[in-house]
């Protein structure tokens, strides 16, 4: 079956990087298009940037655009997300999510567990 | 950018019928998709394309898309069916494509 597991979240200082990664399995990564979602605590639902399935197009959310950087390795089934100049306001559960195949129009019917960064000093 | 407005809440009594509605400018002329989303987990698809349903998802949970108003209706509604929904689309308008979420409905059920 298809699993999404999220991992390298944590407590980092504001100013600071993280890299998250998805790792996939149960299905041809190398097919679909892949996406990060977050959630700040007792908030909604925030989009923040897709890559296509062979990593050529990537697209952010203006709110991140310029901090963060999304990349997969398809050899390894694998999603990344750089967050640079961390803010407090990053803080949030992270999911990545399976799109598509093709480029537009898709829903998420596959998403990891979520991964919690926290941005403190 | 495209916004999608959602009511913050909306309580319902067992067996009785909840609306949830997504509102967006012309959002008829897109495809809705509806996520379930209960505290600690993440969100679980609930209708795509406006109405079809995942496997194992109750006949229950259906949608209609309209004008400016997309809706998702819960039919006798259980207590289960407490969470966030939260109403999904595609924004193609720019030259940067994205993927846009509604603020989310708490579902309460009385």
Same mark, same amino acid.
């Given at each position: 079956?298809?699993q999404l597991v999220e ?15 998805c790792a996939a ?7 679909? $298009? ?15 940037? $897709? ?8 697209? $952010? ?18 999603l ?14 992270y999911y990545c999510a399976r ?11 596959h998403w990891g567990q979520g991964i ?6 | ?41 993440a ?68």
């Open positions: 079956q298809v991992s390298g979240g944590g407590l980092v200082k504001p100013g600071g990087s993280l890299r998250l990664s399995s149960g299905f041809s990564f190398s097919d679909f $298009y892949m996406t990060w979602i977050r959630q700040a605590p007792g908030k909604g639902l925030e989009w923040l940037s $897709y890559i296509s399935s062979g990593g050529h197009t990537k697209h $952010y959310a203006d709110s991140v655009k310029g901090r963060l950087t999304i990349s997969r390795d398809n050899a390894k089934n694998s990344y997300l750089e967050i640079n100049n961390l803010r407090v306001e990053d803080t949030a559960v799109g598509g195949t093709g480029s537009s129009d898709w829903f998420l019917f919690l960064v926290t941005v403190s000093s | 950018s495209y916004e999608l407005t959602q009511p913050q809440s909306v309580s319902v009594a067992p067996g009785k019928t909840a609306t949830i509605t997504c509102g967006g400018n012309k959002i008829g002329s897109k495809s809705v998709h509806w996520y379930k989303q209960r505290p600690g987990q969100p679980v698809l609930v209708l795509y394309y406006n109405k079809d349903r995942p496997s194992g998802i109750p006949e229950r949970f259906s949608g209609s898309n309209f004008g400016n108003t997309a809706t998702l209706t819960i039919s006798r509604v259980e207590a289960g069916d407490e969470a966030d929904y939260y109403c999904q689309v595609w924004d193609s308008s720019s030259d940067h494509p994205r993927v846009v979420f509604g603020g989310g409905t708490k579902l309460t059920v009385l």
